[in-house]
Nanobody, 123 residues
Framework: QVQLVESGGGLVQAGGSLRLSCAAS????????MGWFRQAPGADRDFVSA????????TYADSVKGRFAISRDNAKNTVWLQMNSLKPEDTAVYYC????????????????RGQGTQVTVSS
């Protein structure tokens, strides 16, 4: 089992930045691709970004490309999502997930997921 805990969310003004962390425990994540998803109120859980197990490849949703960056450190069992130039439409609960497929653009493709961290971007 892999337990995932997200942190780093909060309230930020439009144009600002946040860095989300996803700390894993229970099992090393070095064999897992990792993904970030987000869910706004009343909306589906949408794909944001994913990274291969080695960190050698990444992919992003078109809506965040050029603004967000995913990274990982397998020695620290941690994945990050750097979010820059934030917009009000980025407001959502952000979730990380671990799975065996890349790029997994559907949350159901992942074996494990966290409880989420709230990101609110004010205009």
């Amino acid at each position: 089992q892999v337990q995932l805990v997200e942190s780093g969310g909060g309230l930020v003004q439009a144009g600002g930045s946040l860095r989300l962390s996803c700390a894993a425990s229970g099992r090393a994540i070095r064999n897992y691709a990792m993904g970030w998803f987000r869910q706004a109120p009343g909306a589906d859980r949408d794909f944001v970004s994913a990274i291969t197990s080695t960190g050698g490849s990444t992919t992003y949703a078109d809506s965040v490309k050029g603004r967000f960056a995913i990274s990982r450190d397998n020695a620290k069992n941690t994945v990050w999502l750097q979010m820059n130039s934030l917009k009000p439409e980025d407001t959502a609960v952000y979730y990380c997930a671990a799975g065996r497929v890349f790029p997994g653009r559907i949350i159901g493709a992942y074996d494990y997921r966290g409880q989420g961290t709230q990101v609110t971007v004010s205009s």
